[in-house]
């Protein structure tokens, strides 16, 4: 179960649960991967609702990788994400969300 206290969002693929965490390994990963000049370019594609589909697998691998995951973005082309691509997106925005809020804000 996620702790959502602890950043942590649930992600669910081919029926299995992983929990997924935006670490600042991670949130450096997704710097690069994305090729933003900084963090603040990401959350504002997210805030205005800008973000594309690289954007939110760019986000759910960092957060899976960021949990203990060892997967690829190739790997998760292959796999069935619970919810599909509007869960996917969710899970990337909380992902985002949990990553800078304060802890009482969960």
Avoid: C
Avoid at 32 to 48: D, K, M, P, W, Y
Avoid at 59 to 85: F, K, M, N, Y
């Amino acid at each position: 179960m996620a702790n959502p206290f602890a950043g942590e969002v649930a992600v669910t693929l081919d029926g299995v649960a992983h929990l997924a965490k935006l670490t600042l390994g991670a949130l450096a990963e997704l710097e690069a991967t994305l090729e933003a000049s900084s963090l603040i370019e990401i959350v504002e594609r997210f805030e205005q609702g800008r973000f594309s589909s690289r954007d939110v697998l760019a986000l759910i691998v960092a957060g899976l990788r960021g949990g203990g995951w060892s997967g690829t973005a190739q790997d998760l082309l292959r796999v069935e994400i619970q919810g599909g691509p509007v869960a996917a997106a969710k899970a990337a925005a909380e992902l985002l969300a949990r990553a800078f809020a304060a802890p009482d804000q969960g």
